[in-house]
């Protein structure tokens, strides 16, 4: 029996989560010197109706070991084989660290333990990892073994397309995750920026002047790079405005050929809070290159 882990920052929905059984270890958030736990002490719209009144900028804490050592054990105590945990990127967050330390200290307290466990460093952010975990999901439905799931996911995930824009630049730069240059610029001429994850890290690929050029800009591209055999589904993600979400996936089902499943899902805290209100994001399998 193979149990699917992650840390908070999949932004899985619950139905999802459920769905498939698969277990999170909650990020920390600090809202003005008050500490809460990812998904379970505040929610995505709480967060996001407090986020514009705040007059200090939030910050995220990862999750401890302990988490994720406690995790593994529940799984053996449920008589799981296999446990594959899919971290954030180690580029832009400890959750990674924190997992491979949890599996450290799981194996030390249970050094006899038949279970094997493999912490992935995902490569990549928010649905990112998300995808990558519905996919071992489907992959476990149809009868893949916990090496095969594994291959896979090695062998895949840095193809994993992220495509994410945001209306407010200020938490990107407060969070170190653009440069203040670049946002500057964007600023000045009502631009947009375009990101993608490059080498496991944030990094701007376009500048579209408003909304509407973003979302033609991610449709064009999905058709010149999605991996027709790989992408079962796609993740659209929004942080405080699902209407855009919609919109995109409507232009997805009207411009292109792809007739899977579309997933709409809300970024929970800890993306929120280095991406803002307004972020709208698209998750699908790249060709290789």
Known sequence: MIKLMADSTCDLS???LEQYKITLASLTINIEDKIYKDRVEIKPNEFYEKLEHLSEFPTTGTPSPSQFAEMIKEAAKEGHTDVLCISMSSGTSGSYQSAVLG????????PDSPVRVHIVDSKCMSHG?????????LMREKGATFDEIVAFIESHKTRVKHFLSVDDLNHLIKSGRISN??????????????????????????????????LKHYV???IRRNDEDLTEFIIIGYTSDKTVAETLKTKVQKETDFTGDIHIMQMGVS?????????ISMFFMEKNS
């Open 220 to 222: 064009q591209e999905f």
């Open 271 to 279: 993306v929120g809070t280095h991406v803002g209100l307004g972020a």
């Open 103 to 110: 599996k450290d200290y799981y194996f030390e307290e249970t």
């Open 181 to 214: 240059a670049s946002a500057v610029i964007g600023k000045f001429l009502m631009l947009k920026p375009v990101m993608t994850m490059k080498d496991g890290k944030i990094a701007i690929v376009s500048k579209e002047r408003g909304r509407k050029r973003v």
């Open 14 to 16: 619950n139905e999802v």
């Open 129 to 137: 990892s998300g995808w990558l975990l519905i996919k071992s999901a």
